[in-house]
């Protein structure tokens, strides 16, 4: 195993060069609490190559993420599966083109909209009950929108998403080629997927995938990874991540990317991840009211568990772990939680968890199964992306808002960051009702577009 942006850095930081250049700690312990990785902390100056440009040791870093997850070509991001959003729109549809998007797409995507002045039209996924979850997306549908819209040039999707839920990718794949269609995914939360037997999306088809290496790897924070199967112009690519990055991307966070793909390939530690979070589904089937999300293509790393059934919600329940077990989870909802567990999580860890799941489930009393979660409204479009986002606006609490107004800005839920609304869409009584009932924790004001 090597890591080839790590090993140069490195080799360079030990010539102890005097370096008249960026960054202003120059290599030197004056923050100690950083004394160990600032001498590796470079810009682009000799022996270190330039992301941009695609060469060195950053180069030959892509290079090996790449092979391990059988893609004709990488590149590394430094700005996060945002940054990595917005540059396959950028290469794959270009400006003024019609997208479609799965519906469960982060709000980056509306972003990426707004800049680049796409037409979105959208595919929705169904939903999971009694998790009340989105679900997969069904090739059926896609094929008959990209009939409908033989204007479309390119598919966006989420797999896996917040709740681990996979789609069939080859499936999906299949329908967007026989129109001449890129398929692009979103991957963010996918990573890990090799070192658990899973193929990443390029594998099984897609022609871009994104993959956030923070979220489920070693890697540092907004370090992610653009994969390509070579059918979306390298250069085009390269122009995008520069358009929507900085122009001075982080050495440490590209050296924590070949550090952590050398890692997923150095022992099979995710796979027993996998192993201890299907037996702790299996557990809290035996032993508590609680219901793991277990059926369907899911991350076996990822453990998604319901209250539906009991007088608790998800809130709640998270709440209580926290407070009382010092058990802090990725996200919860009203009716379920979420943790991302990897080998960085302890033993001891994932039996606390464990104890304090079924101490809270002899707590809790039973409830009936919630109501299925309402379809939202097919989205109104009144004005452009582009228009609604970059005009003039003004904020309201949610109380203040009422039907047919349009809104300005992504009405996003966080966690998953998943907009309800988008920018241009009108306001129903509907969506009003769900944001009251179901969002109540995290939406309390909305910006509305000025006549």
Request: hydrophobic share 40%; net charge negative.
């Amino acid at each position: 195993m090597t890591a080839p942006l790590y090993d140069a850095l490195h080799a360079l930081a030990d010539k102890h060069t005097a370096r008249l250049h960026m960054p202003g700690h120059k290599g030197q312990p004056v923050l100690r609490e950083f004394s160990s990785i600032l001498p590796l902390d470079f810009t682009e100056v000799y022996e270190t190559g330039n992301l941009y440009t695609g060469e060195g040791p950053i180069r030959q870093a892509e290079q090996q993420t790449a092979r391990f997850y059988q893609a004709a070509d990488c590149h590394f991001l430094t700005g996060g599966s945002s940054q990595g959003i917005h540059t396959m729109l950028y290469a794959a549809a270009g400006a003024n083109a019609d997208v479609l998007f799965d519906r469960n797409c982060h709000k980056s995507a509306a972003h990426a909209a707004a800049w680049l002045d796409l037409s979105p039209a959208f595919l929705f996924p169904s939903t999971l009950e009694p998790f009340g979850i989105p679900d997969q997306l069904d090739p059926d549908e896609l094929q008959r929108a990209l009939v409908q819209n033989s204007a479309i040039r390119a598919v966006l999707v989420t797999s896996p998403n917040y709740y681990g839920i996979c789609q069939d990718i080859p499936a999906l794949a299949a329908v967007c080629h026989a129109h001449g269609v890129k398929l692009l995914v979103d991957a963010a939360h996918g990573a890990h997927f090799p070192a658990v037997g899973l193929p990443s999306p390029i594998a099984q088809g897609a022609d871009l995938a994104v993959l956030s290496a923070h979220k489920t790897l070693y890697a540092l924070g907004q370090s992610a990874m653009l994969l390509s199967n070579g059918t979306v112009d390298g250069k085009g690519l390269r122009e995008g991540a520069a358009l929507f990055g900085t122009s001075s991307p982080s050495y440490l966070l590209m050296t924590s990317l070949d550090l952590a793909r050398n890692a997923l390939e150095a022992d099979d530690s995710y796979q027993q991840t996998a192993y201890a979070v299907q037996e702790l589904r299996t557990f809290l089937v035996q032993h508590t009211r609680f219901l793991p999300l277990e059926q369907g293509n899911l991350d076996p790393c990822r453990l998604t568990v319901s209250t539906a059934g009991t007088d608790w919600s998800g809130h709640q329940l998270a709440d209580a772990l926290y407070e009382r077990f010092g058990v802090a989870c990725e996200m919860s909802d009203a009716r379920n939680l979420v943790c991302i567990i990897t080998p960085a999580d302890r033993a001891e860890n994932l039996t606390r968890l464990r104890t304090a799941l079924q101490t809270l489930s002899n707590e809790c009393g039973d409830a009936p199964l919630p109501a299925p979660v309402p379809a939202l409204p097919i989205p109104q479009p009144v004005r452009s992306v582009r228009a609604a986002l970059l005009g003039d606006c003004r904020t309201l609490p949610l109380g203040e808002i009422t039907p047919g107004q349009i809104c300005a800005r992504p009405v996003t839920p966080y966690p998953p960051g998943v907009p309800v609304l988008w920018p241009g869409e009108e306001i129903t009584r509907q969506h009003i009702v769900f944001l009251t009932n179901q969002c109540y924790n995290t939406v309390d004001r909305i910006s509305v577009c000025l006549p």
